[in-house]
């Protein structure tokens, strides 16, 4: 027996459905206007030392990126939603600062040959990867588990964007990325960059434990963290409403830090208005290096 639908659900499915397909059309559309407007003879972008492919310019036109690349030399086409590109102006001026202080610190250092290794842990796109080959790292390494992240219109090949990025930008000497779990880390690194993935962690203590191992000089976070209290013992996982993941205070951030042998130069906080949960709307920076 099939199950009845009335006129009025099956106008409501329709609409919903052609919004879905106008949206879809409009972004590849406005994708290969773009392609157009470019010369064909010339398929360059920024300091690509080669043309790009067909495919590539696509990937490049597509406006699903994390990141808007014009301070880095090339500008990228966000996903225009309440979130991506209010976070990014409210966290990268602090991350640029922390990376900027981090390359002074270790050119400051006996050890200094002259080399400085970087790794951008949960990298998606790689903006911050390329953000430190531009600032003097001169081996960059980007690590995400995901090479695909989102759903529907804002699904993004994040990976593929970072490599292709980094080619337009001229950095694809300095830097390379690679899907692997953050856990699974190896070498050693002068500066290490976390930035937006511990709190998508059920155990971020064991990543800062398992770090204390892989950092020379330099480790670099920023986090989500919860403001609905600051109770340095407030932990939770998973984290309410996702089924994954964790959320914990600031207090509680830097007492882990310090526990797990490290020692903080500089810490600071701000606010991500654009987040309606308490859970969601902190966001903490942490400059600080492995204890002698």
Same mark, same amino acid.
């Given at each position: ?8 659900s099956i106008s409501t ?16 559309l ?20 080669h043309?790009l492919?067909?495919k ?11 990141h808007?690349f ?15 590109p ?9 991350i640029?600062?922390?990376i900027?202080?981090?390359i ?10 002259g ?5 951008e842990?949960?990298c ?6 390329n953000?430190m080959?531009?600032?003097?790292? @001169?081996? #960059? %390494?980007?690590?995400?588990?995901e !090479? /695909?992240?989102?759903?529907?219109? *804002? ?5 593929a964007q970072a490599?292709?990025?980094t080619k ?11 899907r ?7 070498g ?6 976390c930035?937006?993935?511990l ?5 971020p ?9 892989k ?7 920023? @986090?989500? #963290? %919860?403001?609905?209290?600051?109770? !340095? /013992?407030?932990?939770?996982s998973? *984290? ?25 130069l500089?810490?600071?906080?701000n ?6 949960r ?5 966001s ?6 492995p204890?002698?």
């Amino acid at each position: 027996m099939g199950i009845y639908k009335s006129p009025s659900s099956i106008s409501t499915n329709f609409t919903q459905n052609s919004k879905k397909l106008f949206l879809f059309l409009r972004i590849y559309l406005l994708a290969f206007s773009r392609l157009i407007l470019q010369n064909f003879n010339a398929f360059r972008i920024g300091k690509a030392r080669h043309k790009l492919s067909f495919k590539e310019l696509l990937l490049y036109y597509t406006p699903n990126w994390y990141h808007d690349f014009s301070e880095l030399g090339a500008t990228t086409y966000q996903f225009k939603d309440e979130i991506y590109p209010p976070a990014q102006r409210i966290k990268k001026y602090k991350i640029f600062e922390y990376i900027d202080d981090a390359i002074v610190y270790v050119k400051n250092m006996p050890d200094y040959s002259g080399d400085i290794s970087a790794v951008e842990l949960f990298c998606a796109d790689g903006f911050y990867a390329n953000y430190m080959a531009q600032k003097g790292a @001169t081996k #960059v %390494t980007g690590i995400d588990i995901e !090479e /695909n992240s989102g759903e529907g219109l *804002t699904r993004k090949s994040v990976l593929a964007q970072a490599k292709l990025i980094t080619k337009i930008l001229g950095n694809d000497d300095k830097a390379t990325f690679q899907r692997d779990d953050v856990f699974n880390l190896s070498g050693i690194y002068d500066v290490v960059l976390c930035v937006g993935g511990l709190y998508h962690l059920n155990t971020p203590e064991k990543l800062l434990r398992l770090l204390r191992e892989k950092v020379r000089h330099v480790l670099i976070i920023q @986090t989500v #963290v %919860t403001l609905e209290t600051e109770d !340095e /013992n407030y932990f939770i996982s998973p *984290t309410p409403e996702w089924g994954w993941g964790c959320r914990f205070t600031h207090a509680w951030l830097l007492r882990t830090l310090r526990k797990n042998g490290w020692s903080i130069l500089h810490e600071y906080r701000n606010e991500l208005a654009f987040n309606s949960r308490q859970c969601d709307r902190g966001s903490s920076y942490v400059f600080c290096v492995p204890n002698k």
